[in-house]
C-alpha cells in the first residue's frame, strides 16, 4: 500500500498510469464489438473440435478472446509483431537496412517503423480477407455463420479487421510513449489476465464436479495441477532474472592526482535472450499447416497437420514442438544480440574480457557462452510450455492451450518490466527531490573552498 501511494503521490507517474488504464480500456472494449454480418455462436461451435479451432484459441491468446468472438479486433496486434519481425530479418540479410538504422540513428528507426506500419496495414488486410473466407467456408444450412456471404462480405470483413489492427497498433504506440510499459505487451497481458476469472471458474467447476462423481478425473489432480503452475511461475520468475555476468576491464587511465587507475564492469548476457517469442512463434508454425489445409482443402496436407495436433498426437507434437522451440530461440536469439558488434564496440571504448584477446577472439568467446545460455534458455521454454499442458490432457475439459505455460510467461514477464519501469521513475524522483529540494551548499571547510553537499 506504501508502494502504491508513492505512485498516485507522483504527479507524472499517475498521469501516465491513468492514461495507460484508459487506453486498455478501449481496447478491451472494442474486443466485445463483432464484426456485422457474423453468427459468433454458430462460428464457436464450427471452431470447436477442428483444427482451424486450434490455430484460433492461438490468435485468441494474443487478442484477448476477440478471435473467437469474431471482433473488429480479431487479428490482435498479431500482424504488427509479424511485420516487425519481417524487418527485424531482411535488416539482418540486407545491409542497407542495417545501414540505414546505425547511420541515419533515429531518423532511420523511425523510417523502418513507418515501413512497419505500411505492412502491417497490408497483412492485416491479407488475413482479414482469409478469415472471412474461412467463416464463409463454415456456413451450412441449419446454422449459418455469415448471413450474407460473398465477395461484399469478404472485402468488407478485410476492411474492418485491418482497421481495427491499425487502431490497435496506435494504442500501443500511444502507451509506449505515454503511459507505463511496453503498449503492444500490455495489451497482451490485459488480454490474458482478462479471461484468468474464467479460467478460475472453469478449474472450480470442475473440481466441484470431480468431488461430486460427476467426472472422471481425481480431486487430487487438480491440487497437482495448481501445485504445478505456481512451480512454472516461480520457474518463469527466476529464470527471466538470470545473467551470466561477463567480467570487463578498461584500460588503465592516469587522473589529475597522477595515480593509474583500472575500472571493471560486467556484461550482463540473459539465460533467456529471446523471451517469449520463440513459443509463440513455435505455436505459430506448428498450427499453420492446419490452417492452411483448411483454406486450400488439401487432403495430405490435413493428414499431415493431424500427426503434429496436441489433441490426437500428443507425444508426436511434444517432440517436435521442442524442437522449434530450440529452433526459433538460436533464431531469434542471433536477431537480438549479436557477438561481432558487442566486441567491436569493446575494442572501441578500451575494454577486454581477462585472458581473451579483443576482437574476434572475444566475439568468439561470447559467442560460445552465449550459445550455451540459449539452448538451457530453450529448454526452459520448452519445459514451461509443456508440463502444465501433460496435466491439462488428463484433466477433463482442461485441454486447452490458454491455460498453460505460454500464459504465464507472458503475464509474468510484462508485469516484471512494467514493475521495473515504475520504480525507475520512482527512483528518478527521489533523486530529482533530493537535488531541488533538500540540496545546499556548506561553507569552507581547511581553506579549500565551498564544497556541495546533498543531504
Known sequence: MEWLRQIFSNPELRKRLLFTLVMLAIFRLGVHVSVPGVNVENLQAALKGS???????????????????????????????????????????IPQLEQLQKKEGEAGRQKINQWTRYLTVLLSFIQGFGIATLAVSMNSPGASVVDNPGMAFKLMCAFTLATGTVFIMWIGEQITERGVGNGISLMIFAGIIAGLPNGVNTITTLFIESIQGVNQTPPGLYFLLIAV?????????????????????????????RMASQRSSYLPLKVNTGGVMPVIFASSVIYFPATIAQFAQWEWLAKLSGYIN???????????????????????????????ETAENMKRSGGYIPGIRPGKETSVYMDGILSKLTFVGALYLAVV????????????????????????????GVAMDTVSQINSYQAMRRLDGGFLEKGRIRGNRGGRGPVARVN
Open 51 to 93: 483444427a482451424a479451432g486450434n490455430f484460433a484459441g492461438i490468435i485468441d491468446l494474443f487478442s484477448g478472446g476477440g478471435f473467437k468472438k469474431f471482433s473488429i479486433f480479431a487479428l490482435g496486434i498479431t500482424p504488427y509483431i509479424t511485420a516487425s519481425i519481417v524487418f527485424q530479418l531482411m535488416g539482418a540479410v
Open 385 to 412: 510450455s509443456i508440463v502444465p499442458l501433460i496435466l491439462m490432457k488428463n484433466v477433463q475439459g482442461m485441454s486447452n492451450i490458454y491455460y498453460g505455460g505460454t500464459s504465464l510467461l507472458i503475464v509474468v
Open 310 to 340: 496436441y489433441d490426437s498426437h500428443f507425444w508426436v507434437y511434444t517432440p517436435v514442438f521442442v524442437g522449434v522451440v530450440i529452433f526459433f530461440a538460436f533464431f531469434y536469439t542471433s536477431i537480438v544480440f549479436n557477438p561481432d
Open 229 to 257: 503452475m505456481i512451480a512454472v511461475l516461480l520457474a518463469v520468475v527466476t529464470m527471466e532474472n538470470s545473467y551470466r555476468r561477463i567480467p570487463i576491464h578498461y584500460a588503465r587511465r592516469v587522473d589529475s592526482s
